[in-house]
């Protein structure tokens, strides 16, 4: 089945600092999905992206479906950027199921 | 703010007992999709269900069922509960099956001792 990879694990920045967040995929997609958890647990969808650049505030993500890769960028981070980021992909198996990565825990420091 | 509603937020648990765990999905949205998430994974799906009928299942075992009733409400039941089964339990809801756009509930914590 498809492997998704996310980098880098962990990151600790300072606030304000900008950061980028990667997610290899190992086959063809046909959309990818970024997420947010917060520190609480609540999961929100940042960007459904099968290819090309979205923007949302501060936030923006490229997919680059060719090169199997997807980055999040994150500028002027604020504390409530804390959290954990998953990106997920659809399985090659079925249309229902997400595959998702290990994610990349991000901590802004005041 | 999702519009998607878990509850109870906590369960404690015995090994053996049974659970049941509750999603209100956004209004209009026919798809409800469950997940695990163990401390510090991902999530982990375990099904999906399309008006009201199973549209699909992960590597679960049958002790995990599911309901999905029309009022937009739904259900998660796991049986026999054992130790590994301690986890954060999300649904989410969409408007298609599939891997449409997800919105997510706040979850529920289950502890199993």
């Known amino acids: 089945g498809i492997q998704v990879e996310q980098s880098p694990p962990d990151l600790i920045l300072q606030e304000g600092a900008n950061s980028t967040l990667r997610c290899n995929f190992s086959?063809?997609?046909?959309?990818l999905q970024w997420f947010h958890q917060n520190p609480w647990g609540q999961l929100i969808n940042l960007f459904y992206i099968p290819s090309g650049t979205k923007q949302n505030g501060r936030l923006s993500a490229t997919t680059v479906a060719t090169e199997r890769y997807s980055l999040l960028y994150i500028s002027s981070s604020q504390t409530t950027d804390s959290g954990v980021y998953f990106c997920a992909v659809p399985s090659m198996d079925s249309n229902y199921q997400l595959i998702w990565g290990a994610g990349t825990k991000l901590i802004i420091k005041p | 703010e999702t519009g998607v509603t878990q509850s109870p937020t906590h369960l404690i648990k015995t090994r053996g007992q049974q659970v049941t765990l509750r999603c209100s999905s956004q209004s209009g949205h026919n798809t409800v999709s469950w997940y695990q998430q163990a401390l510090g994974q991902g999530p982990q799906f375990i099904f999906q269900y399309y008006r009201e009928e199973e549209n699909g299942r992960g590597n679960f075992p049958p002790r995990f069922s599911g309901l999905q009733f029309p009022n937009y409400s739904s259900e998660l039941n796991v049986n026999a509960l054992e130790l590994d089964d301690s986890a954060l339990y999300l649904c989410a809801s969409s408007l298609d099956r599939g891997t449409d756009t997800q919105y997510f509930g706040p979850g529920t914590r289950l502890t199993v001792l």
């Open positions: 086959d063809s997609v046909n959309n």
